[in-house]
């Protein structure tokens, strides 16, 4: 199994990056670096996440004066030293087998971008619900039109210097864009595998809300093209503690 570069965006994540860091250290795959890029966070979050060089050899904490999602990702691309990219949130949380079976099924698959599921194991009915109709949406729609979750992404430096990386123009459904861009060139699906996801977004915006966000975003995307004017008000890193 080849190695993999991680790449994960921050801002203001003190209280979630050190899990995330927690269940990196803890993969059975071990060849990887990670590739902190903070969006200059006001709290802890680069201490934090510096304090696991020791059990991270490979880990890296940069920090932009400017903030952003998608020049985030752009960024650790430019950093990272390995052929695989893996672009991840801060408040992800993965299974110690999580890498290896990533690599295993794109190797088999001989895919360079994919996307993964969102797992929704001891969250509550309502979180199930919600992450359900959201991953059938996922598994549809990687035919035809597809999508993705930026939290969680494999890619190649191949497939990011040929696309120009993310979009930096996008403030919403730039990880849709790019899966989008990438699967007219090269075949992208989903990996029989999920990540744990952060319930915070659904706990402020409430699972019909937000729900109805991401469908009428991509509605609109596919009958108007990218949303590249912050059409719909959205706003890195906007939602709070829970």
Not at 54 to 75: A, C, D, F, I, Y
Request: aromatic letters at 12%.
């Amino acid at each position: 199994m080849g190695p993999v570069s991680i790449v994960v965006i921050t801002l203001n994540e003190e209280k979630r990056i050190g899990r995330l860091m927690e269940d990196l250290s803890k993969q059975t795959h071990k060849d990887f670096e990670v590739i902190v890029v903070d969006s200059n966070s006001e709290d802890a979050t680069r201490e934090v996440a510096t304090a696991y060089e020791s059990s991270l050899p490979q880990l890296t904490v940069h920090k932009m004066e400017t903030r952003g999602v998608s020049l985030g990702r752009n960024t650790g691309a430019e950093l990272a030293k390995h052929e695989r990219l893996l672009f991840l949130d801060a408040d992800v949380q993965l299974e110690p087998t999580f890498l290896a079976n990533a690599i295993s099924q794109l190797e088999d698959k001989q895919l360079e971008v994919a996307g993964v599921y969102m797992g929704s194991k001891n969250l509550p009915l309502v979180h199930k619900f919600g992450y359900g109709l959201f991953n059938l949406g996922l598994f549809v729609t990687q035919f035809v039109f597809p999508t993705a979750v930026g939290a969680c992404i494999f890619s190649t430096k191949r497939v990011h210097q040929q696309l120009n990386g993310f979009d930096e123009e996008i403030v919403l459904c730039e990880d849709c864009d790019y899966v989008k861009r990438a699967s007219k060139t090269w075949r992208f699906r989903f990996l029989n595998l999920t990540f744990g996801f952060d319930p915070r977004r659904l706990d402020q915006d409430g699972v019909f809300k937000m729900g109805a966000t991401y469908l009428k975003a991509n509605v609109r995307r596919f009958f108007y093209g990218e949303m590249r004017n912050n059409e719909m008000d959205y706003k890195f890193g906007h939602y709070k503690e829970q």
